[in-house]
Each structure stands twice: as C-alpha cells, then as structure tokens.
C-alpha cells in the first residue's frame, strides 16, 4: 500500500508515526517532511497547498490513499480535486470544511441545528459591529470568520478591547481576508473539551477527548496559540459527557451538513465547552487538532488506518469502534522565542541522545534537516513532546522533564501543561 501524507507538522509526524505502526509494511510520503518526518518517509517536493500538482503527483505515483493533515487545502478542495480523479482520499470536502473555514457558516448551521452555542451576530461593517457591543456589553468575543491560525478569537474583557478587536480586523484587515466578516457572540464560562470524531457523512467513531493550553503563558495568560500543550485523557469527559456531546453535537452537525448537501467524511473536531447550561459549541475544525493529536494517537490501540480506509473508500461506520490504551499521554510544546509574534529561524537543535524511546515521542514540527545533517528551527512550534504513563501525573513529569531537555537559542515551553488534571488528581488522592 502506498499513503500520502499531505503537511508537514506535528500532527501530520503523529498521523505518520501512527499509520506506520497500523501498516508496517506500506510505503509513506509526505509533502516537504520536517526533520522528524523525513527519515519515516519518502519526500514529495510539492507544497500541501498545491492542490493541482499534488492531484497530480499521486494519480501518476498510484498512491492509495491520502491523508490530509491540515485545513488550508481542504478548505482550497484538496479532497474535491483527488475525488474527481478517482483517488481515495481522508477528509472533507471544500463544502463541508466550511465548518471550519467559515466561523459565519458554522454558527447559521448550528443555530439552524438547535445545537447549544454561545449566541451571535455575524458583521461586514465596522459601525454595526461596535454597536451591537455596545448593546451587550463585555465580557465578549470577537472572531475572525476566516481561517486564522488558531489565533482569529479575541476574548474581551471590556468594550473597549472588543471595539479595538473590530477596528484590527474590519478596519486594518490585520487577519487580511479572514477578517472580512467577523462573528461576535456571548463569552462562555467553563472548562474546554476537544472531542474528535471519525465520520462517514452520516456515522461516526469518538476517539479519546483531550484539553489543549492554546495561550502562550504559564496558567492560560496572553495571546492564543496553535496550541502549547495537551493531555489525554481528560476526566471531565466521563461517558455521560461523552454520551451527551455525541447527542446534542456530533449528531445533529453531521444531519445538518448532510441536508445541506455537504456530507462530512473525515476528522470533526469539536471544541466544547462544559457549562453549568451543559456542553456548548466553541468552535468545529475539519481535520485533527495540533497538538491533541500528539496524545491521542500514541494512547490510540486499535487501527486508524482501517477507519480512514473505509471512510475514504465511501464505506459506514456503523457498529465501528476504537479502543485506547490504559494510561495517560501529556504532550508539551517546545517553541521558538517571540512565538506566537515575530521570532528567528534557523537555531540549531540539540536533542540529547537516549531521550527518545518507547514511552516518550518527540513530535517534530517546525524543523528541518539541512544538508550537512544539522536540524535547525523552522517555526514557531518546533516540537511537542509526548510522554506516556501509567498516570497523568507521571506523563506530565516525564513530558516536562524531556522538554527542557530540548535545547536551541530561544527555546521556551509551559511547563504547567494539564494543571486542572493535576488539581483534580491531587484533589482526589488528598
Ligand atoms: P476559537 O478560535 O473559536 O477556537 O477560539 C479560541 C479560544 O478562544 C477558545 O479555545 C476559547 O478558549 C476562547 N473562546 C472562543 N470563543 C469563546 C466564547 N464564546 N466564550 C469563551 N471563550 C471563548
Ligand atoms: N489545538 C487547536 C487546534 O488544533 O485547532
């Protein structure tokens, strides 16, 4: 069998690194690898953005399946094009990855749904949007419709933040075309959940939940990230919780985009938020979360790589499960310093010999290998660092130490990653 991986960061060495072990005997490629990638696969010198040419690139390389990590080319139709040429293929649609790629679209879907979200108004104009926050009043959030990075939501705290927010997007275009259209709704108060689902357009398969730290500073401070760390499991998210967010969710989302003629096959992501009202909708994506993916695969037992197949082949999942491992995983991310603003490239990495094994994965991100053989920082997320253990606590030691072990100039991590697991853990062992 021959898998191609489309991207190249840390989520997509964690897709590599676990369909690798589901099928040990295929052949991999991966678009541009980073340096934790590319000894694990064959290169493919084309941009995962290059919709046209990586279409192109597989039907004459007979590749059977691709898999595509991040949502810039689904949202671009990436799915669309290989489909047209008859190639099987892991992900949604352009149509239905609007779910992501369109904050104003996700937020009629749901409302339409009757699925629990924080209310809202979508604005194009600048004097519309101040008034209504000034209607409101704060807290209040302020969202990029387009794709941004994971850093288009601006949480205020006054309407004076959320009037300064509207004027950066709608009046500077600081987010460029994704700021456009902006989404403002009501300020949700709870614990956050990402809940991921494999789904056929109509069935799905829940795999383990995992919390993501997307601020960059220690205790959940300052801006948002891509993400700074995760853990899984999350013990908030019992099978009553679970249960409920299949129910009130995932289920009537997937009816909703199949009405719309947008079945959704791939990788639903849904952020939560556990409210006294209950579970709410923060925010769907169409593809996995980085670096939640960083936890979830390494717990993950049974095979991912059979789900894609039979989701890409136009196959159900009805009656299909998916099993993880006892334990827990904690992930931190290492990054480069001024991340998530303006930071250098191109630091040498030292990662120290024997600190890689089994139980501790060392997930590359924005990293390459140059010629000479050195790996050098490429990104604001160089690597995410992922520990396995018989308990939370003991995987976020592990994680933490490993971390700190990773050196190149400027290199920072939290070092608090999971501190409500923990909170919880030590509340219940007192
Ligand atoms: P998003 O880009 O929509 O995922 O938002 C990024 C982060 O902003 C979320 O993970 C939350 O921490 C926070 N956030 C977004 N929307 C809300 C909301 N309505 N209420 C409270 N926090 C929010
Ligand atoms: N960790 C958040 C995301 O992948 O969007």
Redesign the pocket.
């Known amino acids: 069998m021959r898998i191609l991986m489309v991207g190249n960061g840390g989520?997509e060495h964690a897709l590599l690194w676990k369909l690798r072990r589901d099928a040990p005997h295929a052949t991999f490629f991966a678009t541009k690898p980073n340096g934790g990638m590319a000894p694990l696969c064959e290169a493919v010198e084309i941009d995962p953005g290059d919709v046209e040419a990586l279409s192109g690139w597989a039907a004459a390389h007979r590749i059977d399946l691709t898999v595509v990590g991040p949502e810039g080319p689904l949202a671009a139709g990436i799915v669309d094009r290989f489909e047209a040429k008859g190639l099987a293929v892991f992900g949604p649609s352009r149509a239905a990855a609007r779910i992501e790629s369109s904050k104003a679209f996700a937020k009629e879907l749901l409302r339409g749904a009757h699925v629990p979200t924080a209310d809202h108004k979508t604005f194009s104009n600048q004097a519309g949007a101040v008034e209504w926050v000034r209607e409101c009043g704060a807290p209040i959030v302020v969202k990029a419709s387009g794709l941004a990075a994971?850093k288009g939501a601006v949480v205020c705290t006054t309407e004076e933040e959320a009037v300064a927010a509207i004027d950066s997007m709608l009046g500077d275009l600081d987010f460029g075309e994704a700021g456009r259209e902006i989404v403002i709704e009501e300020f949700m108060e709870g614990e956050e959940l990402?809940v991921f689902a494999v789904c056929d357009g109509r069935d799905f398969v829940l795999l383990e939940p995992a919390q993501?730290h997307?601020r960059v500073g220690e205790g959940d401070t300052g801006p948002n990230t891509?993400?700074m760390g995760?853990y899984s499991p999350v013990s908030i998210a019992s099978a009553a919780v679970l249960a409920e967010a299949s129910r009130t969710v995932i289920t009537p989302t997937l009816a909703a985009l199949a009405a719309e003629g947008a079945p959704f096959k791939g990788l639903l992501?849904a952020?939560l938020m556990n409210t006294a009202e209950g579970l709410k909708v923060v925010?769907f994506?169409c593809?996995?979360?980085?670096?939640?993916t960083q936890v979830i695969l390494p717990l993950m037992q049974s095979s991912l790589l059979d789900l894609m197949i039979t989701v890409a082949e136009g196959r159900s999942l009805a009656g299909r499960t998916a099993t993880t491992r006892p334990g827990a995983a904690v992930t931190t991310v290492v990054a480069s310093g001024g991340y998530p603003g303006a930071y250098d490239k191109g630091h040498t990495i030292h990662v120290p010999d024997g600190l890689e094994g089994e139980d501790l994965l060392v997930f590359h991100a924005g990293t390459r290998v140059q010629n000479d053989g050195t790996l050098v920082t490429t990104g604001g997320r160089v690597c995410a660092v992922t520990a396995i253990g018989p308990t939370f606590a003991s995987a976020a030691d592990a994680s933490r130490a490993a971390a700190a072990r990773i050196d190149f100039e400027g290199a920072f991590y939290r070092s608090d990653i999971g501190w409500r697991e923990r909170g919880r853990t030590e509340r219940r062992e007192s």
């Open positions: 989520r994971g990402s993501d997307k891509g993400g995760a992501y952020g925010e994506n593809r996995f979360g980085d670096p939640e």
